[in-house]
């Protein structure tokens, strides 16, 4: 048998609960029935098919799109290497430099070592003529807080 929904108090569905755990939610006053089976029943209540929770639960933290950016989280997205060497990186480079009004975004940052992030200066890696072994990509929320490095 399919689970029961649960929808959040903005109708965004969160997840699906067994019809047991469904009752449960039910008997806590946590949730109300949104949509029941027709005609049929679980002692006092209707079979539910969807739920709705009565208390708001935040899930901006866990649905959030992208992780914030973050010097330490460029480091452990591009495991400590410098994007242009390969090298141990120690800080994080600006593919359009700060100066000229580079943002500090995942896709405008990659980690650099001190050497090359000097040599780079204040210029592109394309006017700098140094490749980047890789591209920065928006990383998920696992390699930007949780990955080893
Ligand atoms: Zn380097």
């Keep these: 048998m399919s689970g029961v929904v649960v929808l959040n108090t903005d109708n965004t569905a969160l997840h699906t609960v067994s ?6 939610m039910l008997v806590r006053e946590v949730a109300i029935v949104e949509e029941a089976r027709d005609g049929h029943s679980i002692g006092p209540y209707p079979w539910p098919v969807v739920l709705r929770l009565i208390r708001y639960v935040k899930t901006s933290f866990l649905y959030a799109r992208n992780p914030a950016w973050s010097k330490r989280g460029v480091l452990r997205r591009d495991l400590h290497r410098c994007a242009y060497c390969s090298g ?14 580079g943002q500090n975004t995942w896709l405008n ?41």
Excluded at 88 to 101: E, I, K, N, Y
Excluded at 123 to 146: D, G, N
């Design 88 to 101: 141990p990186a120690d800080t994080v480079d600006h593919l359009m430099p700060q100066s000229r009004g």
């Design 19 to 24: 019809i047991q755990h469904a009752i449960k």
């Design 109 to 149: 940052t990659v980690a650099a070592c001190t050497r090359c992030n000097n040599l780079k200066a204040n210029r592109t890696p394309a006017e700098a003529q140094m490749p980047l072994a890789w591209r920065p990509s928006i990383p998920s929320w696992r390699e930007a807080y949780h990955r080893r490095s």
